[in-house]
């Protein structure tokens, strides 16, 4: 058994402020504490727990990140957690124009806990994805999934596949008659770290309560043994907490992304 303590500590120290997006076309930059990636759907801020910087300095550092997007005309997307220091950061980005996505859950599980054999519906296939065509596919069905479109999803994971290969699994689990994509999940692994990512959890309404979404925690779970990684991480919403939970995974503290848009 591993305590939240142990694993908070371990996620701030291996997956806080630490770059994990080298590929090309991807630019990483650090100004002060933070880590500033430009070059995928939206850019994105990173940094440790306790940025060091407190007060008109930190309005300094906000203002600066959001003035650079605003030269380039682009939205980017600021990672906060609910223990980060300083505690009055979040407030300090809503007055600069920083607005609050949906809070989700970090819940960390150690994976060879969670590497069953996946069990799936009958009628259903799962396998891995490889190829553009089957990884646009997965894309369009999180885009029905989520009522929004997607697309730029395919090109990230297309570029994430081209960079590193071994460092990202797609599984995809299609009903046999008709070959569709019903469910899918992603796994990324972090070199240099106990970590690897779970993202993308998602399956069509028609599908749903047939233990697809557990099937494909299992078989990423294995993926990860085999890598010889320690723990999963997952950014849950508010539906994947409880199940993710009910499996093992703890949950050791909230995420909420702070966006700032460049006016219409």
């Known amino acids: 058994m591993t305590d939240d303590d142990a694993l908070l500590r371990a996620y701030d120290e291996q997956m806080r402020g630490i770059s994990h997006a080298e590929r090309p076309g991807v630019v990483i930059e650090r100004d002060g504490p933070l880590l500033r990636v430009t070059g995928q759907y939206r850019g994105f801020i ?7 910087v407190h007060g008109a300095e930190l309005d300094d550092l906000i203002a600066r990140q959001r003035d650079f997007f605003a030269a380039r005309g ?24 920083f607005v609050p996505e949906d809070t989700e859950t970090v819940v960390i599980g150690v994976a060879a806990g969670m590497a069953a054999a996946p069990v799936i519906p009958a009628g259903v296939t799962l396998a891995r994805v490889t190829e553009d065509a089957g990884i646009r596919a997965v894309t369009a069905m999180e885009s029905e999934v989520w009522g929004e479109d997607w697309s730029w ?17 797609i599984l995809a689990a299609r009903e046999d008659a008709t070959g569709v994509v019903v469910s899918a999940a992603w796994i990324v692994f972090y070199p240099g770290t106990e970590f690897a990512g779970l993202w993308g959890g998602s399956t069509l309404a028609a599908w749903r309560g047939r233990g ?33 939970r009910r499996l093992g995974f703890r949950a050791v503290t909230t995420t909420t992304a702070y966006v700032w848009a460049p006016p219409a």
């Open 153 to 169: 999803l395919a090109d990230d994971l297309i570029a994430r596949r081209d960079a590193a290969p071994d460092d990202i699994a």
């Open 46 to 52: 990173n940094g440790p727990r306790d940025l060091g």
């Open 212 to 244: 697809l979404y557990r099937a494909l925690i299992a078989a990423r779970a294995r993926l990860a043994v085999a890598r010889g990684v320690r723990y999963l991480q997952v950014d849950a919403s508010d539906d994947s907490a409880p199940i993710l």
């Open 74 to 97: 682009e939205a980017v997307e600021w990672k906060t957690r609910a223990h980060d220091v300083p505690a009055d950061l979040t407030g300090r980005l809503r007055a600069a124009g």
